[in-house]
Structures are given as C-alpha cells and as structure tokens.
C-alpha cells in the first residue's frame, strides 16, 4: 500500500475518532479502581460494561468506512481502507495494551510509594533539596 500524503490526513482524522473510546475505557477503569481498590477487578469491570459498548461502535464505525472500499474514486478508496483499519488497530489496542499498561502502572505505582524504588526516592530527595534552597533564598 502506497502511503502518501492524502492517507496520512486519513489515518490522523481516523485516530482523532478512535482516541474517544479509549478515553472512555481508562475513565471507567479509574472509576472502577477507585470503586474496588483492585486494578484487575477494575479491569473486568471495564471489559464488561465499558469494552461491550466500544466492541460494538468499533466493529459497526469500520464496517461503515469498509463500505467505502467500493468507491471508484482512489482518495474515498483510501479513506475507506486506512479509517477501518485503526478503527480495528485501535479497538486491539483498547483492549489489549491499554489494560496491561494500566496494571503496569497500578503496580509501579504501589513499589514508588512504597519506597522500594532507591533511585526514585534519591530523585525526590534532590527536588526536596532543591526546593528548599529556592524557599530560603527568596
């Protein structure tokens, strides 16, 4: 597939739509975490109210673009073929690398606050520093 230009314009109009549904997704999983206090229950919580609702607006939104695949005119050929594939990409990524990061990041964030990360803590330890001496200097 050639990409020039006009499908660049696409691809970016395409993930403007897509970046909805993953900010619906990490707003529930944020609710439901704070709600349960466990990132994988959050998880499955999100999957099961939040996820169906994205399936099915993903799943209808690149079929309707795939029915532009037969256009005669290149550009909505193009249009068709690159919106529906990151509809899809998008909808893979949501439902795949969106919750492992958020468990990553649930789990770093416990060991940061937990002091077992010494480079962190050497990190805070130099803005504290830093900070003082701006406090007392002015």
Not at 75 to 103: N, Q
């Amino acid at each position: 597939v050639y990409v020039d230009l006009v499908a660049l314009m696409i691809c970016s109009i395409a993930i403007g739509l897509v970046v909805d549904d993953t900010m619906h997704f990490m707003y529930n999983y944020r609710k439901y975490y704070e709600r349960f206090g466990d990132a994988r229950q959050a998880v499955r919580e999100t999957f099961l109210t939040t996820g169906r609702a994205l399936l099915i607006t993903a799943l209808v939104l690149a079929a309707n673009f795939f029915v532009l695949l037969f256009a005669k005119f290149t550009s909505t050929h193009k249009f068709g073929f690159f919106s529906g594939l990151v509809i899809l990409f998008a909808l893979i990524a949501d439902f795949i690398i969106a919750p492992a990061l958020m468990i990553i990041a649930v789990r770093y964030l416990k060991i940061k606050h937990s002091g077992l990360l010494k480079e962190d803590t050497y990190i805070d330890e130099q803005l504290k520093d830093q900070t003082a001496n701006n406090v007392a200097i002015r």
